[in-house]
């Protein structure tokens, strides 16, 4: 059984651990390894395309006489062998997304969360909130974890709070229903609300 560092008010380390339950142990990686695939060609752009020989406009016309100019006869200034012509094989627009299971889902997001939870780098809290709203409280915080690369993840979001850590570089804060194992294995720590924690680990 795996546990959790949890911080007090004043984000100090407290001697209480939070356990996470046994599904969170014993996970292949190969789940993370999949929803990390299909979480990047969900967001890839997808706008790369180019014309073929039937798409470029012109080139109705035989170029010249099929015999008789010594050069290679030719049927159309489309073709790909002139310029301006179209491309073979090109990229066109396609479907780059990659089903995963539900179930996969949520093991890899238990697998994201218990790596976190061996290497000591994910952390709960009551509530965080930064009343004051300006950045340098909230990079105080931050610092107390020594480690800037973090993802805080809340129940709910204020304004506030938000505007506080929206400037320091490497840290970004989501609430709940936007948290995803892609994002949780991608930042080297993680910043947890109790709710929240509390929330995953009855839903997974």
């Known amino acids: 059984m795996r546990e959790i560092t949890t911080l007090t008010k004043s984000f100090a380390k407290s001697k209480t651990k939070y ?5 969170f142990d014993g ?8 929803y990390v695939k299909s979480y990047l060609s969900g967001i890839r752009a997808n706008t790369a395309s180019v014309k073929n020989r ?4 012109g080139g109705g016309k035989k170029p010249w006489a099929q015999k008789g100019g010594g050069r290679a006869r030719a049927g159309s200034k489309r073709s790909p062998l002139f310029v301006g012509g179209g491309q073979i094989f090109g990229p066109t627009k396609r479907n780059y997304d990659q089903k995963i299971n539900k179930k996969q889902k949520i093991l890899a997001l238990k697998y994201a969360i218990n790596e976190h939870a061996k290497k000591d780098s994910i952390f709960l809290l009551d509530k965080l909130s930064v009343e004051s709203g300006k950045t340098k409280d909230a990079v105080k915080i931050v610092d107390k974890l020594k480690q800037r690369d973090t993802l805080i993840v809340v129940e709910t979001m204020d304004e506030k709070t938000y505007l506080s850590f929206r400037n320091i570089q490497k840290c970004y804060m989501i ?3 936007e ?3 892609y994002l949780v ?8 609300e109790k709710t929240v ?8």
């Open 175 to 177: 609430e709940k229903q």
């Open 27 to 34: 996970i292949n990686q190969h789940n993370l390894y999949l």
């Open 19 to 23: 356990e996470l339950p046994d599904s």
């Open 197 to 204: 924690m509390d929330s995953l680990t009855k839903e997974v």
């Open 179 to 181: 948290l995803n194992a």
């Open 54 to 57: 039937s798409q470029v406009r």
């Open 185 to 192: 294995a991608a930042y080297r720590s993680v910043l947890m």
